[in-house]
Nanobody, 124 residues
Framework: QVQLVESGGGLVQAGGSLRLSCAVS????????MGWFRQTPGKEREFVAA????????YYVGSVKGRFTISRDNSKNTVYLQMNSLKPEDTAVYYC?????????????????WGQGTQVTVSS
């Protein structure tokens, strides 16, 4: 069983920055495509970003392009989400997840292991 633990969430003013981390258990981390999602009450979980096993070709939802950066350190079994120029509409619980092999990148059903989530709140 793969375990994921997110950290780095918090309260920040609009225009500020946060860096989320997601530590992943096990020896196969370097083979995983990793994703970040977010969810607000009453809404479906939304894709934010994904990164392939080697860190090439990161992929973002349009609303965060140019503001968020996904990266990974395979030596630390950790994936990151650097969030800059935060907006109140970025407020959500953020989750990291491990994608199923060969599945599409941007839908929650493509991911089989999930963390518990970390709250990000952006005040106006």
């Amino acid at each position: 069983q793969v375990q994921l633990v997110e950290s780095g969430g918090g309260l920040v003013q609009a225009g500020g920055s946060l860096r989320l981390s997601c530590a992943v258990s096990g020896r196969a981390f370097s083979t995983y495509t990793m994703g970040w999602f977010r969810q607000t009450p009453g809404k479906e979980r939304e894709f934010v970003a994904a990164i392939t096993s080697g860190g090439e070709s990161p992929y973002y939802v349009g609303s965060v392009k140019g503001r968020f950066t996904i990266s990974r350190d395979n030596s630390k079994n950790t994936v990151y989400l650097q969030m800059n120029s935060l907006k109140p509409e970025d407020t959500a619980v953020y989750y990291c997840a491990v994608r199923r092999p060969t599945a599409v990148l941007n839908t929650p059903r493509s991911y089989e292991y999930w963390g518990q989530g970390t709250q990000v709140t952006v005040s106006s």
